[in-house]
């Protein structure tokens, strides 16, 4: 019997929604790059990219947590045990207050730290406090859609990353537009995070089922209980940042701005596809918990392939064209003078299909409390990436491809060698069907690499118009490939 019985409706509303802020997020993002370089400059890009390290730091730390509550929610609510989800939620609620408190600490001493490598003290001094707002503010936003987010409603929590999208776009245009002080982005920011804030709040007042944010409903024993888990994400995600975000920060560093500008177009792309397979994972977030409070193994295993079958067919489609057209997107997109970095965007994003294709994972090993060993050892290659970065910076000529493949290297140790050797260590399941699937992904993107590449060296692109049918042309291949391998394999997948 399908596990869509029932809630077809709720589950493609979901994925629209879901979908739609994608479309938006990475069609906004883009737009934004070429409007920061020519109001701002290179070097005003890379700051920009650098003062987004805060709510990319706090975030990472924030939706460790929440993460947990999520998990401790959903389970509780499965239950129908209500009293429990009400301590949860007042537990959840005060415990990011306290976080704020202490992250208000650690962000003045990183900015103090970071300060002397930036000039315009007053104006950097603003960019990033009003980073920190938002960082805050977001994150008591999705606190308060987390009863929605547990019960499946997804389209509250998408419809308000939604407005929180439209607002800071709108108001960055805008005010860049009326005069190109820096500062501005960062009140954009702000300003989006207050009006996703208040969106937050009735959905609240929706799905609370009368829960409160009264501190009498925080509990100490819970705080410990969850905290038990949340440590382990919590240094997961510190993991993460040495990872994905000290990058900037480095190359700004030991090179210049511009260099930190001309990465930071590679790590938007990075980030965009990055964003995409959690979207789409995270589909079946609340699905796993749910499974796993019922304990419904069988489902559960299903739904990991499935996962990673539908991020490995998008991110293979995007990435292959990408990677085949990065010469004509550059010129297009940018301009004629950042045309070089096609060959390091096209290298940077090869094994990212496959890479995050496993995302799914975190999920189920959140579910079942197998976090400790994941965590140490995404710290481990967090630091050992870090640690490679400043030697090849001192010791060799590399310059940022350096920090492009020790980044790649430790991500595939991560979540590629390390999530199925986890997974076998576990005993989770056997090993075929995903290895099946991966080397599925592998193929199609090559294939959808050839095609694309075939295209692009037959035929004029000049203009986003042709970008689009191009894309669409190639769009074509998953069809067939579904079409053809919908026996054996696909079949018994989506059937789940």
Known sequence: ???????????????????????????????????????????????????????????????????????????????????????????????????????????????????????????????????????????????????????????????????????????????????????????????????????????????????????????????????????????????????????????????????????????????????????????????IYSFYAVSDKSNLQKFELFSILSVGLVLGLLIGFIMAFSKPILRIWLGEDLVHLSLFLSIGLALFPVIFATNIFSFSFNACLKVKTPAIFTLSCGLAHFIMVNFLARYSELHIWGVLFSLVFFMFIRYVVFQFWYVKHIGWSKLNQYFIAILFVCLYCFVVFLFSFFIVNNFNVDSFFDLFISFLVVSLIPCFSLFIFKGKFLESTLKC
């Open 1 to 287: 019997m399908s596990i869509y019985k029932g809630k077809k409706n709720e589950h493609m509303l979901n994925a629209v929604t879901a979908v739609l802020v994608l479309a938006l997020t990475t069609l906004f993002n883009f737009m934004l790059t070429p409007f920061f370089i020519n109001k701002l400059g290179v070097d005003g890009l890379a700051i920009v990219r650098i003062s987004l390290s805060i709510p990319v730091y706090i975030g990472l730390i924030s939706l460790a947590m929440m993460g947990t509550f999520s998990r401790f929610l959903t389970v509780e609510l499965s239950n129908n045990n209500y009293h429990g989800a009400q301590e949860v939620f007042g537990t959840s609620f005060y415990s990011i207050i306290f976080l704020f408190l202490f992250l208000l600490f650690i962000s003045y001493i990183l900015f103090l730290f970071f300060l002397p490598y930036f000039h315009d003290l007053e104006q950097y001094k603003s960019l990033f406090a009003f980073m920190f707002l938002f960082a805050f503010f977001s994150t008591v936003s999705f606190v308060f859609t987390l009863p929605a987010y547990a019960k499946n409603k997804q389209v509250f929590y998408n419809s308000n990353k939604l407005i929180a999208i439209i607002f800071q776009s709108s108001f960055i245009f805008l005010l860049l537009s009326i005069s190109p002080e820096i500062s501005y982005v960062g009140m954009s920011f702000f300003i989006g995070s207050l009006a996703s804030l208040i969106f937050s709040i009735y959905c609240f007042r929706k799905f609370s089922n009368d829960m409160n944010i009264k501190f009498v409903n925080f509990s100490f024993s819970k705080a410990f209980e969850m905290f038990s888990v949340s440590k382990w994400i919590f240094i997961d995600s510190v993991g993460v940042l040495f990872l994905l975000t000290i990058d900037l920060v480095l190359i700004n560093f030991y090179y210049d701005s511009t260099s930190s500008g001309e990465y930071s177009i590679f790590l938007q792309m990075l980030v965009a596809t990055f964003a995409i397979s959690k979207a789409i994972s995270g589909l079946f977030g609340p699905k």
